[in-house]
């Protein structure tokens, strides 16, 4: 009996040694393919484009032969016809992306700032090539093996190829914008007719063959499984979200068990880009709005810094005076937001990792907004620290449409950890319930609100921050003009991550990525700058689905949880969107004004003219209108509402780089004929080409076309001289693979030709929205520090001097 079982033991043990013995076989294997993988990735980094391309060709080439030779059967014909499409089309990009390539330095912010959406587009296109080129020598190298995975890599081989393809298209499309515009130029600058072929044209590109297979791959490797989380999660939703539109809701069960999105990616990607095509900009509010479910916001949360003081608060619609800046014995009147809806409260979260003098009081407790049972994180502590002498004032980005500061909170923890301030991060009314200008009225509130009661929020006020990513970065910049406007104290700096500068529908480089954008379609940028500018004409005839409850789905969501587990539902949770929601307006202040009106007479209206008055004690936003409109002719009178608001361009902008500036510029793009100023988009492309259309048929992109879009307040790109000189020192992190790229570098040199103190960093290879991924990766938390660093040279810094003019 002992044999026996000594006998079955033994096989055992040599069942389970062969077993680990294949494990770590498969294991070598599995790291020797990913160092060959990413040595192959090293070589191609360092190939010259030419090369590259050269290399590519002659792999095509090989294994074109290859299965040529293979017989009649399908699979070898297609696998032929796919290396035969590589070698074209690899052959008809090299010299396009050449041509942009040597004239990009042209459009750098400075030698040692290199990056623009030329740039951008060319490292695309190379990392299209990088991965065509190792595919194409992993397929010679395996071709013969019985354990070639034919199917596979015919799939993976012809979706890279359609993504080629339409990256050549693009590159064509660059080079109709550097003919079109003029020199150092990278916004499209036809006539807004022409603007609109243009986008028109170019939104009929298939998009699907970016959004499967080729998801991300010009990003760091690090974002790919989370963009393809994403991606399922967004196609799930959107599925369910057309079924439910009567006022059921989106189940979380139909997010998650959508199973054939993530087996297919071919499926996935022409789903992806039917959404985003066809859906709504509410669609987008609810979907970008999941993440301040109070399971997922709560999830977030344990994984950020712990501080000692998160409150939301409601500052109360109350008008006070604000001490003018170059006379503190006159003041300013600063009013309630009234634009829209007349005047409410302003939402601000206050968050500071030391309880602080001051953030105790009763004042302030009087101010708290309860959130429920995690709104207060108020910890008691043996003492209080001292009040700060800095501050940051932060205002998120979400589209203008989407988000609150509870979305951005767990990077915000972790910057209040880090710099040792307090901050307070501004939640602002959204489009489209909400249009310009009442955002840009509320933050300015809110600003002008915590530099007068700073010492509530535990901090001296002696260096004040703007921070704001995205359309908050817009909103800084806007502040900062109308705070100048105004008269009153402007922050000491600003930092402002991959912000939005140019709201104007246009075409630049940069804004050609978004045809690859998983995070940026350019339709679903143009819903939200439509909604944001009052332009949303979609009819909704149940306004009650228009506006997202984010507190009663919280408790809808609680419940159903409960529920679900109660009964063992196989759904968890029932319901991420709560379409029937109302949003309300407490208008505690009675006010005989419009309710619809400018964001204020005086915006616009320039303070020093009223300085020397020695008979006013106080100054009210009537008295600078009309102190200002007599002032100078410089600047632009404007009325921001849109029945007020005049057709006319803002005056003495001069954004870029005239051709007397610019010799070598002129000469370069001098080269493209006359003729080809003149085409159509269609006629971009050379005879032979036709890149892939978009299978979801015409389309209805929402091309911006109201005046109200070129308003300073609204772009501040196309903001004056006079107004850009009033800002502060502007710190500007952008990404280069953002299609908001071009606004960030060209807003740098319009502050560098003025000779303000500017600086732009520009991180690689990561995707816009990287302040909400801080916590995803390596990349991601390196610019993040990169963010905090700049916030940290405001405070401990005092401004720097003037750069030289360009």
């Known amino acids: 009996m002992e044999s026996v079982w000594g006998t079955g033991a033994a096989r055992a043990d040599g069942a389970l040694a062969s077993k680990r013995a294949k494990e770590d076989s498969k294991s070598r294997s599995r ?25 590519l060709v002659t792999l095509a080439e090989d294994n074109m032969a290859f299965f040529s030779s293979q017989g009649p059967g399908e699979t070898a014909r ?12 690899a052959l008809g990009l090299e010299p396009a992306l050449g041509r942009l390539l040597s004239v990009a330095h042209l459009f750098d912010l400075d030698a040692e700032t290199p990056a623009n959406g030329y740039r951008s587009l060319v490292h695309t296109a190379r990392c299209c090539l990088a991965h065509l080129l190792h595919k194409s020598r992993y397929v010679a190298s395996n071709r013969r093996s019985i354990f070639f995975r034919t199917s596979h890599n015919l799939a993976e081989l012809e979706a890279y190829l359609v993504a080629l393809t339409q990256l050549r298209a693009l590159a064509y499309y660059a080079q109709r914008l550097l003919a079109t515009n003029r020199p150092g130029g990278l916004f499209f600058e036809g006539d807004e007719g022409l603007i609109a072929e243009f986008l028109r044209e170019y939104v009929t590109l298939h998009k699907g063959c970016f959004y499967g297979r080729c998801l991300g791959f010009q990003f760091t490797p690090a974002i790919r499984p989370f963009l393809q989380t994403i991606s399922i999660g967004l196609v799930s939703f959107g599925e369910h979200y057309k079924r439910n539109e009567t006022g059921l809701g989106v189940t979380a069960s139909s997010l998650f068990t959508s199973g054939r999105f993530a087996i297919d990616p071919e499926l996935r990607g022409a789903e992806f880009e039917r959404i985003i095509q066809n859906l709504d900009v509410h669609f987008w509010k609810a979907f970008w709005n999941i993440t301040e479910i109070e399971v997922l916001s709560s999830l977030a949360n344990m994984a950020s810094a712990t501080v000692r003081v998160s409150r939301l608060l409601s ?3 109350e008008a006070f005076e604000m001490p003018l800046t170059a006379d503190p014995k006159l003041t300013v009147t600063i009013s309630p937001p009234l634009a829209h809806s007349g005047p409410g409260p302003v939402l601000v979260r206050l968050i500071s990792y030391d309880l602080r003098e001051g953030q105790d009081s009763e004042e302030l407790s009087s101010l708290v907004k309860s959130e429920g049972p995690r709104s207060l994180e108020l910890r008691p502590r043996p003492q209080q620290a001292p009040r700060s002498q800095s501050l940051v004032v932060h205002i998120h980005g979400g589209g203008f449409v989407a988000q609150t500061s509870k979305s951005h909170e767990p990077y915000l923890k972790s910057w209040a950890q ?3 301030v307090p901050i307070v991060s501004i939640d602002y009314s959204l489009a489209p319930e909400a249009p310009f200008p009442r955002a840009l009225e509320e933050c300015f509130y ?5 530099v007068k009661h700073c010492a509530l929020l535990g901090s001296t ?9 995205s359309a908050g970065g817009n909103l800084c910049f806007t502040v900062s003009l109308r705070a100048a406007a105004y008269g009153v104290r402007v922050p000491d700096g600003i930092m402002a991550a991959y912000p939005a500068t140019m709201l104007q529908s246009t075409a630049s480089p940069s804004r050609l990525l978004s045809l690859m954008d998983p995070l940026l379609p350019l339709s679903v940028l143009t819903k939200c700058v439509s909604a944001y500018a009052g ?4 009819d909704r005839s149940d306004s009650d689905q228009k506006a997202l409850g984010m507190m009663g789905l919280v408790r809808r969501d609680t419940a159903l ?7 063992g539902a196989s759904s968890w949770l029932h319901s991420f969107l709560d379409l029937s929601g109302h949003k309300s307006h407490t208008n505690s202040v009675p006010t005989a004004e419009p309710m619809r009106r400018s964001v204020s007479e005086a915006a616009l209206a320039q303070p020093e003219g009223l300085l020397g008055t020695d008979s006013l004690k106080s100054l009210t936003l009537h008295d600078l209108s009309l102190k200002g409109s007599s002032d100078t002719s410089e600047t632009p009178e404007l009325s921001l509402s849109a029945e007020t608001l005049g057709s006319s361009t803002p005056s003495n902008v001069n954004f870029l780089v005239g051709p007397e500036e610019a010799p070598e510029e002129a000469a370069k793009t001098q080269e493209l004929s006359a003729k080809d100023r003149g085409c159509g988009a269609r006629a971009a492309f050379p005879e032979g080409f036709h890149p892939r259309r978009s299978s979801q048929g015409c389309t209805w992109m929402p091309v911006c076309s109201s005046p109200i879009v070129k308003n300073p307040f609204m772009s501040p790109l196309l903001a004056s001289d006079s107004m850009l000189q009033s800002l502060p020192p502007v710190h500007i992190v952008a990404c280069a693979l953002d299609p908001m790229l071009d606004d960030s570098v060209m807003f740098a040199r319009r502050l560098r030709g003025l000779g303000k103190p500017v600086t732009l960093r520009v991180v690689e290879d990561l995707p816009h929205g990287f302040l909400s991924l801080a916590a995803l990766c390596r990349e991601t938390r390196h610019a993040a520090a990169l963010c905090v660093e700049r916030i940290r040279l405001v405070l401990t810094q005092p401004a720097a001097p003037s750069s030289p003019p360009l």
Do not use: H
Not at 81 to 89: D, L, P, S
Not at 561 to 567: E, N, S, T, W, Y
């Open 315 to 317: 500052l109360p619609p």
């Open 535 to 538: 332009g949303e004409t979609e």
């Open 418 to 420: 880090e710099l040792g």
């Open 446 to 450: 809110a600003y002008c609100w915590a």
């Open 78 to 89: 297609r696998l032929s016809g796919v290396f035969a499409g590589i070698r074209e089309q």
């Open 461 to 469: 006020g002696e260096r004040i921050c703007l921070a704001g990513d």
């Open 561 to 567: 949880l409960f529920r679900d587990l109660r009964l």
């Open 31 to 55: 790291r020797r393919w990913r160092k060959s993988k990413t040595k192959a990735s090293r070589l191609t980094q360092n190939m010259d484009l030419r090369t590259m391309t050269q290399s």
